[in-house]
């Protein structure tokens, strides 16, 4: 077998088992999702999900990882209809906050992966987010329309509160009344780093 044929069907494995696993973990939960079902939807064996991911907790790393570059492209294509630089960095933060409404993301990104992963702001995936979200940021204080603040200091904080609303959101009574609460404070803050005309 070729090499190219051998990493075709390595990738196809995988997405079986992430579609699988998304599925799962979406309408059961991840502690509910067994294994044993899981593998059998994707047509594989329990071996298949070890080799390819370690256990349960990597394949759930991969879930997230797989929703969060979606989520991202999102956030992107919606920041693209802004009217200027700022307006698309806000759009993005808002973007972000708002998904936490629909029941995939809520469940998985926001409820199941922070209590089995831990603390999202320590994942992977967030050390690429915070490195686009300082470059945002820099280039937004060399235009002038941000304050000459520290890019990475302001990042982290942003993000942060970005997270934090949407870990909020996703875990309230009544998530669709917090939201319009955390998206009205989380422009608050961001638009705090604007330089104000003297």
């Known amino acids: 077998m070729s090499t190219g044929k051998r990493a075709q069907m390595v990738e196809e494995t995988r997405g079986k088992l992430i579609q699988a696993a998304r599925k799962a973990f979406a309408t059961k939960g991840y502690t509910a999702a067994s294994m044993d079902d899981l593998t059998k939807e994707a047509g594989l064996t329990r071996g298949a999900l070890y080799h390819n991911f370690g256990d349960k907790k990597g394949l759930l790393q991969a879930v997230i990882d797989q929703i969060d570059a979606e989520m ?62 300082a470059r945002a940021i820099a280039k937004l204080i060399d235009d002038g329309t941000v304050k000459n603040v520290d890019a990475e200091a302001a990042a982290r904080l942003i993000n942060g509160a970005a997270l934090n609303a949407a870990l909020w959101v996703a875990a309230a009574k009544e998530p669709t009344s917090v939201l319009p609460k955390a998206v009205e404070a989380f422009r608050q803050l961001a638009s705090g780093l604007l330089r104000t005309e003297s």
């Open 72 to 133: 991202l492209a999102r956030m992107r294509e919606t920041s693209r209809q802004a009217a200027t630089p700022w307006l698309a960095f806000l759009t993005e933060g808002v973007a972000y906050i708002e998904m936490a409404l629909e029941p995939e993301i809520q469940r998985i990104m926001l409820l199941d992966g922070p209590a089995v992963l831990g603390d999202p702001s320590q994942w992977p995936n967030q050390t690429a987010c915070l490195r686009t979200t």
